[in-house]
T-cell receptor, first 119, second 114 residues
Framework: AQTVTQSQPEMSVQEAETVTLSCTYDTSESDYYLFWYKQPPSRQMILVIRQEAYKQQNATENRFSVNFQKAAKSFSLKISDSQLGDAAMYFCAYRSSRAGGTSYGKLTFGQGTILTVHP | DGGITQSPKYLFRKEGQNVTLSCEQNLNHDAMYWYRQDPGQGLRLIYYSQIVNDFQKGDIAEGYSVSREKKESFPLTVTSAQKNPTAFYLC?????????????FGSGTRLTVV
């Protein structure tokens, strides 16, 4: 079974600065998808960014980018020019793409990292 | 607008009662999921369904039951066998063939045992 680990329960950053959230995962599969979700105080889960394992290029969405290291099974999220609205719980998630497998289609989440943004 | 609707937003359960959480989607998604969220433990999968009239247990299915009689609906029943049901419950859906799209989530139900 796949596992996802977020080793930073809490992180903080000054407004306009850059912060990196860490995520590692364990899998024996070669094809899969990785995601970062944001959960603000409203508790609505919002997809921030996704990465296909077969792509070497790191995904980027505006101020959000990832550092995907497949061999190291690492998937960190970098938030540039942090804004007050970025304050939230952030979850890293793994999704198998192997059709027919017991984990097919299911998202496995890490424990989450609470991000505080200081003005 | 398409989306997932969870109701109620807050639910209180007495000891020994069964309660049902509603989840409805109008996205025409094939797959639906129920997750439980506890502080410090992230989201854990309870049950999931990839087609109508079929569903599978997730990692923490004990004390829960589901049904999938319609594509749009995936209700979750928390039974009296669930010893610690107080938690935040999230329903999600996805296009099964579009694995890179991730999930669309509902806004959640907060269940409290009183």
């Amino acid at each position: 079974a796949q596992t996802v680990t977020q080793s930073q329960p809490e992180m903080s950053v000054q407004e306009a600065e850059t912060v990196t959230l860490s995520c590692t995962y364990d899998t024996s599969e070669s094809d899969y998808y990785l995601f970062w979700y944001k959960q603000p105080p409203s508790r609505q889960m919002i997809l921030v960014i996704r990465q296909e394992a077969y792509k070497q290029q790191n995904a980027t969405e505006n101020r959000f980018s990832v550092n995907f290291q497949k061999a190291a099974k690492s998937f960190s999220l970098k938030i540039s020019d942090s804004q007050l609205g970025d304050a939230a719980m952030y979850f890293c998630a793994y999704r198998s793409s192997r059709a027919g497998g017991t984990s097919y289609g299911k998202l496995t989440f890490g424990q989450g990292t609470i991000l505080t943004v200081h003005p | 607008d398409g989306g997932i609707t969870q109701s109620p937003k807050y639910l209180f359960r007495k000891e020994g009662q069964n309660v049902t959480l509603s989840c409805e989607q109008n996205l025409n998604h094939d797959a639906m999921y129920w997750y439980r969220q506890d502080p410090g433990q992230g989201l854990r999968l309870i049950y999931y369904s990839q087609i109508v009239n079929d569903f599978q247990k997730g990692d923490i299915a004990e004390g829960y039951s589901v049904s999938r009689e319609k594509k749009e609906s995936f209700p979750l029943t928390v039974t009296s066998a669930q010893k610690n049901p107080t938690a935040f419950y999230l329903c999600a859906s996805s296009i099964d063939r579009g694995l890179d799209y991730g999930y669309t989530f509902g806004s959640g139900t907060r269940l409290t045992v009183v």
